[in-house]
């Protein structure tokens, strides 16, 4: 009769929690499993998140390296790098991880809520995604920075949106500056707090 736990097929294979803080150490050496294992985490993680290519291998990476300082696995000749890239290359293939896809997606979220090109371009970057994909993206979805800028205003209730009558220059040169941190250029803030109401509804109506 085997030692192994019911449920369990001999290695400890099945009784590794996918983060570390369990009070079970096992080390399965056989490669074959501990593929398995990364992939069916990445899988999971996909049927979540969305990612790039980059952050995905990072997190992967990460995760097979938490594994196997707690003491999970044991990689011997197994490569982090290797067995890593070789399952990103596996869901790029079936379509899992497609930047194009990722970016496109991540510009026109965050162009509806009023971000500008630069932050959103910021942002793919710390994503991994090429800046080129990024900068396509980005014009391939077409809005204008004006009706994104009037689109932060709005969420933010400042400019046309804001409460009350317009504020004195100091008043003006704080919302100014608040557009200027999200990314929106100077003189493109200064027009945007100038607007009436009216006419900043105009312009995204006109969309």
């Not at 999971?44 to 999970?72: D, P």
């Amino acid at each position: 009769m085997s030692g192994a736990p019911p449920g369990d097929d001999g290695d400890g294979w099945d009784r590794i929690p996918d983060e570390p803080g369990g009070s079970i150490r096992a080390t399965p050496t056989d490669p074959r499993k501990l593929r398995e294992k990364l992939r069916r985490s990445g899988f999971a993680y996909l049927q979540r998140y969305s990612a790039s290519e980059a952050h995905f291998f990072e997190l992967m990476e990460k995760k097979l390296r938490r594994w196997e300082a707690a003491g999970y696995v044991a990689l011997g000749e197994a490569s982090v790098t290797g067995l890593v890239g070789e399952l990103t290359s596996e869901f790029r293939e079936l379509g899992l991880l497609d930047d194009a896809g990722f970016a496109a997606s991540r510009v026109a979220s965050a162009r509806r809520k009023g971000a500008s090109r630069l932050k959103i371009a910021l942002g793919l970057r710390a994503k991994g995604v090429d800046g080129d994909l990024a900068r396509t993206a980005i014009e391939e979805e077409g809005t204008d920075e004006t009706v994104a800028a009037l689109r932060f205003c709005r969420r933010r209730r400042i400019g046309p949106w804001r409460r009350g009558e317009r504020p004195d220059r100091d008043g003006l040169n704080r919302e100014i500056a608040i557009l200027a941190r999200q990314g929106f250029a100077t003189q493109l803030g200064r027009a945007v707090v100038l607007l009436s109401l009216e006419d900043a509804e105009e312009k995204l109506g006109a969309i």
